[in-house]
């Protein structure tokens, strides 16, 4: 007999949930969001909001806004990402150039703005000028009482350079790794790996929080003047992600929806490739092809939206380059078909570059699984000591590495005064600047190649070492450096071979003597396409990025020919990138959609419990007390439970996550007379029949999951595990005939991914 009492007088307070209370809805740190729920959820709302449109204008106007509130936190991303860019690239250029020397008129001017402001700069000496004074040249002049064994330009002025050079990249390294330890620690490495997994559904708290945002834009800075082996365009994405996780918070719209807000985070992505490389369509795709999970058309259009305006931003900040891209390059020969055989070399050169994961990978879990993981500020020093001591002999590797990228993907012009364009000239030539043969290598070009030997085979090793420090460290811009390089000797070995054997017969065809036939900066551009596809294993947005890079339209088919090369060759070595590589290292939940699940196991297999384990714990749909759930709550710690209709039937009704249960038995507890331990928990529309003198039951149905998904015992497991990754799914239950047999979890999913894979199945979980 149900107490009539506890009916009639308190039937509102029973049904309080089916308003929503605070938290409801809302994961916690180090979980995965359902992305149905999500999806549902949004669809609620957006069907509410059109309700109320047609009730006053003022609705209709709120409902207008909620529209466009998704372009205008696209502007804002924009307009925050490409000026913070834009500073990172002015501040990078002052303090790489610190660490030389400094400029008397304005200390805070580089090398070449102070060298542009002064009269007595002539074209030929443009990179010496009386307003820029190196430390050796500054201490003389100012302590002549101390300094006067010193001189210009003896071995005392270059061994005072050396030391203030490698003092100054100790200082930036050490501030850097110091502000990262103390105030971000998740302001270290690339930041694209997590930014993968967060966008597949993982929730990790902080990582795109305000202080993140700030301590790894001051410290991308620091890292990167300091000369270490490293990028800033990776990095950049992640900073682009924490400026749309700061504008998505504004609006109720993404704040209270993990689903969209990824849609956001897609979307900045997109817009921090802009900025990196001056390239918005190659930003678009790279979000597409190798960031997001979830990609609808509606955020490719935001995408593209943000990563303009963040482009334009860039470009609006002065002193930058006056064109967007970041390396413009201007070729006036065309390429020929017999060249696509060295093209595709370095394309192999490229592929095996991707053997770099593997040493890199290596080194990350000796520093996970060792003392060294102990002092990672004592590693950052001297790693950069020794980048330092080794780099400044070597003007290729002293250099910061864009300006290295940037010589290397130049075509030796008459106005040029660079080493590799040290060529002997015909005194009696009397072609256009433009239209330069080949001639026979200079000195200086000799010189050059094995420098840059030097440096590539120094750049290979210290980039293994320094990828996955405590320290922001992007991979984009060294992998494009040690193709470069590489590519550039190439060239040069190519035009030296057709000037000096032009009646081979493979040059007799298309190079004559006296012609521009080879050009040993597009070398350079193919092979830094090639290593940057080799290690990260992107295809189609990596040739746009490089042409959208280089302002290279015409030669889009080297570059192709160099990618899919590349790819093929590095995945005959393992199938994963740099980036999945780093995940499955950290172990995140990440299922890639890349692998391919071929093994013929059934649900059954992997599902819980197994044979000899405990039985499933579940909840009952009217028999339950209030204790007995927050029992069960404290004595598991599982994400959630499935809802029977008895211990003995097992006939499943819906699922209820942990969470939700908490905070509903929570407020119940504060907001409603009469809800004790003894209390019966229910979960159907009407209330059990109950003895007279029972405390008040709680209905709690508004948290429970009506319609969660199952598969029957024998689905086989690639159906499963496409399930998963196509619906982004938490959990799913298994059944036979309407009965629960068990529940098949997204780690469950791993771990036997990983078994199958003959790998240890805990080793790849997030701890």
Request: proline letters at 5%; glycine letters at 8%.
């Amino acid at each position: 007999m149900v107490h009539a009492g506890v009916m009639s007088g308190s039937g509102n307070l029973m049904d309080f949930l089916d308003e929503p209370f605070p938290d409801v809805g809302t994961y916690e740190d180090f979980h995965t969001i359902d992305w149905l729920r999500e999806k549902s959820r949004d669809t609620d709302r957006h069907r509410k909001i059109t309700s109320k449109s047609k009730e006053s204008i003022w609705e209709f106007i709120k409902s207008l806004l909620d529209a466009w509130s998704g372009w205008v936190v696209m502007l804002l991303i924009g307009l925050l990402a490409g000026t913070l860019a834009g500073v990172i690239d002015l501040a990078v250029d002052w303090m790489t150039d610190l660490k030389e020397g400094v400029c008397l008129s304005a200390f805070w001017y580089s090398h070449e703005q102070c060298c542009w402001t002064s009269n007595e700069t002539t074209f030929e000496d443009r990179d010496k000028c009386p307003l820029w004074q190196k430390w050796s040249e500054l201490l003389v002049n100012q302590s002549e009482n101390i300094c006067l064994f010193w001189t210009f330009h003896g071995a005392s002025a270059y061994i005072l350079n050396y030391l203030m050079y490698i003092l100054w990249a100790l200082l930036f390294a050490f501030l850097a790794v110091s502000l990262v330890r103390v105030f971000a620690p998740y302001a270290c490495g690339s930041g694209i790996p997590e930014i993968k997994t967060i966008l597949s559904g993982f929730i990790i708290r902080g990582y795109l929080g305000k202080w993140t945002l700030l301590i790894k834009t001051v410290t991308l800075v620091l890292v990167v003047s300091s000369g270490l082996s490293l990028g800033k365009e990776g990095p950049l994405v992640h900073v682009a992600c924490c400026c749309g996780n700061f504008f998505s918070s504004l609006f109720s719209k993404y704040s209270k929806n993990e689903g969209k807000r990824r849609e956001v985070l897609s979307a900045a992505a997109a817009a921090g490739v802009s900025v990196a490389f001056g390239a918005p369509i190659g930003g678009v795709l790279f979000s597409l092809e190798e960031v997001s999970y979830y990609f609808p058309l509606k955020t490719l259009w935001r995408s593209f939206f943000a990563a303009l305006v963040a482009a334009f931003t860039l470009r609006s900040i002065p002193f930058g380059n006056s064109r967007l891209v970041l390396f413009y390059v201007e070729y006036h020969t065309p390429w020929y078909m017999a060249e696509l055989f060295p093209f595709i070399l370095l394309g192999v050169f490229g592929g095996l570059w991707g053997l770099f994961i593997r040493c890199n990978i290596a080194w990350c879990r000796r520093r996970k699984t060792t003392r060294l993981g102990k002092y990672p500020v004592l590693e950052v020093i001297a790693v950069t000591a020794i980048t330092a001591i080794v780099a400044y002999p070597n003007p290729y590797t002293r250099r910061s590495t864009s300006e290295l990228i940037s010589e290397l993907f130049n075509d030796c012009g008459a106005l040029e005064s660079s080493q590799l364009c040290d060529y002997i000239n015909d005194p009696n030539m009397t072609r256009p600047v433009d239209d330069i043969p080949d001639r026979p290598a200079g000195v200086g070009v000799y010189t050059a190649m094995w420098q840059l030997a030097l440096a590539l085979i120094f750049k290979i090793v210290i980039t293994i070492f320094t990828f996955g420090m405590k320290i922001p460290s992007g991979l984009f811009i060294p992998s494009m450096a040690v193709g470069a390089m590489a590519g550039r000797m190439v060239g040069i070995g190519v035009e030296q071979l057709a000037y000096h054997h032009h009646d081979w017969i493979i040059f007799r065809n298309w190079c004559r003597p006296g012609a521009d036939c080879v050009t040993p900066g597009l070398y350079a551009m193919v092979g830094a396409a090639a290593c940057l596809g080799g290690v990260t294993r992107m295809t189609v947005s990596l040739v746009v990025i490089m042409f959208e890079l280089t302002g290279g339209l015409e030669y889009i088919v080297p570059l192709m020919a160099a990618a899919v090369t590349s790819k093929w060759v590095a995945d005959a070595f393992g199938k994963e990138g740099i980036y999945e590589a780093h995940i499955h290292l950290n172990g995140y939940p990440f299922l890639d959609v890349k692998d391919e699940f071929t093994h013929r196991t059934l649900a059954t297999d992997v599902m819980r419990p197994r044979r000899g384990e405990p039985p499933l714990s579940v909840l009952t749909q009217d028999s339950m007390t209030v204790e007995d759930v927050e029992t069960l709550i404290k004595e598991t710690d599982y994400n959630g439970f499935p809802v029977v209709v008895s211990r003995d039937s097992e006939r499943l009704i819906g699922f209820a996550q942990r969470r939700e249960l908490i905070l509903a038995i929570k407020n119940a507890r504060q907001r409603q007379e009469g809800i004790v331990s003894d209390s019966v928990m229910y979960f159907t529309e009407e209330p059990p029949e109950l003895p007279a003198n029972s405390p008040h039951p709680l209905k709690l149905r508004r948290v429970l999951n009506l319609s969660p998904f199952t598969v029957t015992d024998h689905t086989p497991m690639e159906t499963v595990v496409d399930i998963f990754r196509k619906l982004g799914l938490r959990q799913c239950l298994v059944t036979r005939s309407g009965r629960l047999l068990g529940i098949i979890t997204k780690k469950d999913v791993l771990r036997h991914m990983a078994q199958m894979a003959n790998q240890d199945p805990e080793s790849i979980m997030f701890n």
